[in-house]
Structures are given as structure tokens and as C-alpha cells.
């Protein structure tokens, strides 16, 4: 059974401190991304890899990074946490163009 | 630039009976898929349907299927036999040539026992 994993459901962090979200994924799948999940916006891309060390900016990269050592594991970084990065984190990985597949999502409240 | 609608923010349907879900997508490729997604209360979001845009033939999955209209650029979602399970958000997707994937606002679908 495919399985992508994140580092943890809940997590509530103070503003200026940084933050990490890990990701993993079991299915050898070459593409990861990290999306970020608000009410009536639906889901909104902040980065993808493609591969291993590689990266693409998504839609709403501004105040994330993101690091990709090996296949299977994709982080997303918040250098400074602030309020209004407060949501639900999506990551999903696929291989190509066929269906992705989703973990379970964190959900991050900075205060 | 590629942008997926979803203009029925919330629906609703009686149990067993058939809904309709909307989807419109914008592109000028003309290799691409489709996919409709299920994301339950509080829980991981699942694949429901896959269509390739080559592919002139619907989709189906079981009560699930598509109304795949490439012209029109048209993607709706029909739910027979709705089931309380059924009750989730519905999102549309696309992804293009460059395996970037595109979401819509999603529908919120209630299912009335």
C-alpha cells in the first residue's frame, strides 16, 4: 500500500522561529511538492521537486524553503515563522503525470 | 497560464440519489489529464477519477464518473447512488506537460440521510 508520511498532524510554533516539516514517501516517486491548504482557496502550490537537490518555486514560495537530499524525503522550511503562515501543509509525491498522493497534512498555527 | 474552477462552493444531495459536480479548466495545451479528488473531514486526500485528455471515452470508477467535454474545456464529476460516505470536499485538478498539478477551490458536498 502506497504510503507518504508527514512529521506530525499538529504543531504550533512561535513567530521568529523556524520551522521544518518533513515529508516522506515510499513509493520511489520522483516528484514531491508542499502545498498549502486555506478555506476557499483550495490548494495552492509553494514548491515541487523533480528530482533529488532540484527544486521549482511554486505560486506562493515567499517565506519558504524547501530541501531535498533524498528521494524520498522532501522538507519544507519556514525560515521565521509568522501568523499568517498559519494553515494546513499538504505534501504529495507522484511519478510523472499519473495521480499524486497525499499525506495526511499538518496542520501549522503560529502564534 | 493554467487556472481550474470550481464556481459551486458548496453542494448538497439526498441520499441515493445523483449529483452533479462542476469543473472548468483553462489550458492551451492539448496533452494533459484530468483528476477529481476527495478530501473526507479530517482526512488524507484520495484520488476518485482520472481522465487523459486523449482519451475520448468518459471515465468511470464505480458510481463515480466524468463528463470530459475538451472543447469546452469541461470536467464535471456525477455521483450516483450518493452515500453518506460521500460527504467530503471535492477537488477538480489538471497537470500539464511540465507535471505541475492545478486545483480548483473545491466543492464542499453534504449528503442528507
Known amino acids: 500500500d502506497v504510503k507518504v508520511t508527514q512529521s506530525s498532524r499538529y504543531l504550533v510554533k512561535r513567530t521568529g522561529e523556524k520551522v521544518f516539516l518533513e515529508c516522506v514517501q515510499d513509493m520511489d516517486h520522483e516528484n514531491m511538492f508542499w502545498y498549502r491548504q486555506d478555506p476557499g482557496l483550495g490548494l495552492r502550490l509553494i514548491y515541487f521537486s523533480y528530482d533529488v537537490k532540484m527544486k521549482e518555486k511554486g505560486d506562493i514560495p515567499e517565506g519558504y524553503s524547501v530541501s531535498r537530499e533524498k528521494k524520498e524525503r522532501f522538507s519544507l522550511i519556514l525560515e521565521s515563522a509568522s501568523t499568517n503562515q498559519t494553515s494546513m501543509y499538504l505534501c504529495?509525491?507522484?511519478?510523472?503525470?499519473?495521480?499524486?498522493?497525499f499525506g495526511p497534512g499538518t496542520r501549522l498555527t503560529v502564534t | 497560464a493554467q487556472t481550474v474552477t470550481q464556481s459551486q462552493p458548496e453542494m448538497s444531495v439526498q441520499e441515493a440519489e445523483t449529483v452533479t459536480l462542476s469543473c472548468t479548466y483553462d489550458t492551451s495545451e492539448s496533452d494533459y489529464y484530468l483528476f477529481w479528488y476527495k478530501q473526507p473531514p479530517s482526512r488524507q486526500m484520495i484520488l476518485v477519477i482520472r481522465q487523459e485528455a486523449y482519451k475520448q471515452q468518459n471515465a468511470t470508477e464505480n458510481r463515480f464518473s466524468v463528463n470530459f467535454q475538451k472543447a469546452a474545456k469541461s470536467f464535471s464529476l456525477k455521483i450516483s447512488d450518493s452515500q453518506l460516505g460521500d460527504a467530503a470536499m471535492y477537488f477538480c485538478?489538471?497537470?500539464?506537460?511540465?507535471?505541475?498539478?492545478?486545483f480548483g477551490t473545491g466543492t464542499s458536498l453534504t449528503v442528507i440521510p
Open positions: 504529495a509525491s507522484s511519478f510523472y503525470r499519473y495521480e499524486q498522493y
Open positions: 485538478a489538471y497537470v500539464n506537460t511540465g507535471n505541475q498539478f492545478y
